[in-house]
């Protein structure tokens, strides 16, 4: 049985959320009455992201209902290497490092979709990733994010995980930084939160997780 | 969306290795060829991947016309293999052993397809009389608006005189023509057939007739080039065709499809290889070149139509495809017509081109390319495809544009009362804003030759005969269906097409490899007529 360090992107990696990508893929839209039409789309989302995150995510991504294929991906490679790459949070590679040291292998769970999210992978060598999937049709995104949603990972979904690449849940580690995070925090033996929001926190201070801040 | 990863092309077949029965390398092993067009991009991208894929091939006769007198038809080919990047591949496996390695299979024939029996000496003719295979004929002019007295010279008079080499040398054809020649049909699926004497609009014709009518319109039109060519324009128009290339190919075709021993072989948009000699070679002025460089000017509004199917192959699938139907012509299986071209079976159409051309150009910018106005402006403005309209969106440009310029010129003529300083600026203006605006005129005219092929018709070739052959041969293979278009047009053509065709565009030279430090000669003598 192997060992896994289960890492959330957004947080520990991360200093930005999937919203902001759907905004800037939103304003890099082909022409500019697009541009506005799903910016405006995304700014709905906004008042929903600290009450209900996937809510909000799900509004966010929605926006971009439309768009081909082709921009999702050119421009996903861009807004890693234009906004992200050089953004990475320090005190998370380092956690990573040491897990993988450690001989634990690194599952990347990302809000991001797949276009955003598989950069960030490559990026800090993760064995595999979990993340969003646009649900797609004849070459372009239906504005919906495909079901499980990533945002979701942990409980069952993480057991069915663990069990068909043969891990060991009960070894294994997860950092994580926001309260969406608990069910999979939960869901191993070595739970660790990173610079956590207050839910989060009040989370680790009743069930006796170590807290890891920047 | 049907992308697949972009599969690389078949490895070149090493020398070491023996013909398996069947193959492509086994059917051309010791045969003998006659190729015609070598200086031009599809030609030498076919004789360098033979050579390279069929080194026991017997003999290319390559023939080649010199230009003037002070470039011999043998310096025009050694220039090339020194210099040309399509023959990387065969100067890295062969380095100092190239000239005697290309020289026991290469023979130049100084000749001219303009000329009859391609100006070939008598003794040549007779010596190659009954001893060749195949006569490849890839010459030809691909401007679309040539000088008609040219086009005609070359690409019909042209196609007549290697046909009749054929004949005379006892050996069946390969003429390269155009899938285009298909005409102003609106939106049609194109068989692989040729009906002599009914021209794409349906109307009855012959072609000799059609050529005489044609030099007489041209002799009538006068002196004036611009002239020949509407007079020209004229008749193409009236048999369906939508620009002299198109109906000069078409011409081609009704003058010798119907003798026995010829094989009609018709290209889509030739684009940069995917793989051979390396991805993204390009050579002149080619069909998406000029689209390309459009997204690079303020000019973002494309008429085109975004369902309309672009159909663009890669030139070294093109190659492939004919080593494929060189092999079918020398096992008995040629004979009537042929298209390469990926619209049937991996369609890309006009609007996904144009949004990939924008992303590419963005990623271009973003990694260092371009003028600073391009990296920071023109890259955020993505090219959108519009409706075609009488103005195009151009009118309001041009309007201001030449306001501009005659303010700067009305400035200028007052230099005595507004003093010379500001005299000297509005030279600077006026001679700025006449670039601008012959910009504005280049985008015009682009605009309207291509018209028919991004707004007008949608063409759908049937590739049935090629894609038979295609996965027959262990070493060679017709894999259109395989592109994925996002991969090639990103990663490969846009970046090509920046490289080597962009530049001429703009008036400058493309890049050309450093010749060695020994002048590269072929060890045997030129043939002269």
């Keep these: 049985m192997h060992t896994a360090a289960f890492v959330r992107a957004e947080g520990p990696l991360l200093p930005y959320g999937a919203v902001r990508a759907a905004a800037w893929l939103a304003a890099n839209a082909q022409d500019l009455g697009s541009r506005a039409a799903r910016l405006g789309g995304v700014a709905l989302a906004a008042p929903f992201g600290l009450s209900d ?24 490679e861009e807004y890693w290497e234009t906004q992200l790459r050089g953004k990475l949070v320090r005190v998370g590679q380092d956690l990573l490092e040491r897990a993988r040291a450690d001989g634990h292998r690194v599952v ?67 950092y994580g930084t926001a309260g969406t995070d608990i069910a999979l925090l939960a869901g191993v033996g070595r739970p660790c939160a990173v610079a956590p929001t207050a839910e989060l926190r009040r989370a680790a201070r009743d069930l006796d997780w170590p807290v890891v801040a920047p | 969306m049907t992308d697949r990863a972009t ?46 894929s069929v080194p026991e091939i017997g003999q290319i006769y390559l023939i080649v016309r010199r230009r003037a007198r002070k470039e011999p038809a043998v310096r025009r080919f050694e220039r090339a293999v020194e210099t040309s990047p399509v023959f990387r591949p065969l100067r890295a496996r062969h380095g100092a052993d190239l000239a005697t390695w290309l020289g026991a299979r290469i023979t130049v024939l100084d000749g001219d397809v303009e000329r009859p029996a391609c100006e070939l000496a008598t003794e040549t003719l007779a010596r190659l009389t009954g001893r060749i295979d195949l006569i490849v004929h890839c010459a030809g002019l691909t401007d679309f608006m040539p000088d008609p007295t040219e086009a005609v010279s070359v690409n019909v008079a042209g196609a007549a005189h290697v046909a009749d080499l054929a004949t005379r040398l006892g050996a069946p054809l390969m003429h390269i023509s155009t899938a285009y ?81 010829v094989t009609i072989v018709r290209p889509s948009i030739v684009e940069c290889a995917r793989t ?11 069909t998406a070149g000029p689209l390309a460089w459009l997204i690079t000017t303020p000019y973002r509004r ?71 106005w391009e990296q920071h402006l023109i890259r955020h403005l993505d090219p959108v495809p519009g409706p075609e309209d009488a103005d195009r969106g151009i009118g309001r440009w041009s309007e201001l544009l030449q306001r501009a310029r005659d303010a700067a010129d009305w400035i200028e ?46 063409y759908r070739f049937v590739t049935d005969r090629v894609r038979a052959l295609g996965r027959t041969d262990p070493d060679l293979r017709w894999e259109v269906d395989d592109i994925c278009w996002r991969t090639y047009w990103v990663d490969i053509e846009y970046p090509g097409l920046q490289r080597w065709c962009i530049p001429l565009i703009r008036g400058e030279r493309a890049p050309t490899d450093p010749p060695g430090p020994t002048p590269f000669r072929l060890p045997h003598l030129l043939e002269s007529p």
């Excluded at chain 1, 990733?129 to 993480?158: H, K, W, Y």
């Excluded at chain 2, 045969?31 to 067009?37: A, E, F, N, Q, S």
């Excluded at chain 2, 004036?224 to 002299?244: F, I, V």
């Excluded at chain 2, 017509?337 to 079976?345: G, P, W």
């Design chain 1, 53 to 76: 995150p996937i809510l909000a995510l799900r509004l966010a991504w929605g926006a971009l209902r439309g768009t081909s294929e082709d921009r999702l991906e050119i421009l996903g």
């Design chain 1, 108 to 174: 990347l769970v990302s809000d991001h979709p797949d276009c955003v999210a598989r950069h960030l992978a490559e990026a800090i060598r993760a064995d595999v990733l979990v993340c969003n999937q646009l649900e797609l049709r004849a070459g372009r995104a239906t504005g919906r994010i495909a079901d499980p949603l990533a945002s979701r990972f942990g409980g069952p979904a993480l057991q069915a995980f663990a069990s068909a690449h043969g891990l060991s849940l009960a070894g294994s580690l997860a």
């Design chain 2, 7 to 52: 599969v690389p092309g078949p490895a070149p077949a090493g020398e070491s290795t023996a013909a398996a029965p069947g193959s492509v390398r086994h059917a051309l092993a010791g045969r003998r060829l006659v190729i015609t067009g070598f200086t031009g991009f599809l030609a030498k991208v076919f004789v360098a991947l033979l050579l390279e």
């Design chain 2, 181 to 261: 020649v298909a005409g102003d049909q609106g939106s049609v699926t194109v068989p692989e057939s040729l009906v002599v004497g009914r021209s794409p609009n349906g109307t009855a014709f012959q072609a000799a007739g059609e050529l005489c009518a044609l030099t007489l319109a041209c002799r009538a039109a006068g002196a004036d080039a611009a002239d020949r060519k509407e007079a020209a324009l004229a008749r193409a128009r009236q048999l369906g065709w939508p620009n002299l290339y198109t109906y000069t190919k078409g011409l081609a075709e009704h003058l010798i499809g119907d003798r026995p021993g």
């Design chain 2, 276 to 286: 051979f000699p390396f991805p993204g070679w390009n050579e002149g002025l080619n």
């Design chain 2, 302 to 372: 494309l008429p085109a139509a975004p369902d309309h199917r672009f159909d663009v192959i890669p030139v070294d699938d093109v190659a492939r495809g004919m080593v494929l139907i060189t092999r079918e012509i020398l096992e008995g299986r040629g004979g009537g017509v042929f298209h390469l071209a990926s619209s049937d079976v991996n369609p890309l159409t006009f609007g996904r081109c144009i949004e990939l051309t924008g992303l590419a150009f963005r990623r271009w910018t973003r990694k260092g390319g371009g003028t600073p």
């Design chain 2, 413 to 458: 003529a007052r230099e005595d009362r507004l003093g010379g300083a500001l005299a000297d600026r509005a030279r600077g203006w006026s001679r700025q804003t006449s670039a601008w605006l012959s910009d504005v005129d280049r985008v015009e005219k682009m605009l309207d030759l291509y018209q028919p092929f991004i707004h007008d018709n949608d």
